[in-house]
Nanobody
Framework: VQLQASGGGLVQPGGSLRLSCVIS????????IGWFRQAPGKEREGISC????????FYADSVKGRFTISRNNARNTVSLQMNRLKPEDTAVYYC??????????????????WGQGTLVTVSS
């Protein structure tokens, strides 16, 4: 299974970015795609996930109400729309996948495959 994350960049506080994660090579009947981020000197933080099976989603409190995760199964793509970005959102963002039914607040150890990461910098 391979994941390719893209869409990062430099944005001003209050701005928006849309990250994409393209998944290929999976033969699973169901899975969960998660988005994580890691700022310099900090642990990797799970911020959102979405399930294939029931469409359930999860958002960390730090992004709830500002970020929206969505999935296009036909294109094997999961997107993360990030609005009202703050300087503290600056991090490398990763997508990951695991063959589970339900989406929840799983730690990074739960996921089997990872994309390479895309850098998001929020600064004026």
């Amino acid at each position: 299974v391979q994941l390719q994350a893209s869409g990062g960049g430099l944005v001003q506080p209050g701005g928006s970015l849309r990250l994409s994660c393209v998944i290929s090579g999976s033969t699973w009947d169901y899975d969960v795609i998660g988005w994580f981020r890691q700022a310099p000197g900090k642990e990797r933080e799970g911020i959102s996930c979405i399930s294939t099976d029931d469409g359930s989603t999860f958002y960390a409190d730090s992004v709830k109400g500002r970020f929206t995760i969505s999935r296009n199964n036909a294109r094997n793509t999961v997107s993360l729309q990030m609005n009202r970005l703050k300087p503290e959102d600056t991090a490398v963002y990763y997508c990951a996948t695991v063959p589970l039914y339900y989406c929840s607040d799983y730690g990074p150890y739960k996921y089997d495959y990872w994309g390479q990461g895309t850098l998001v910098t929020v600064s004026s």
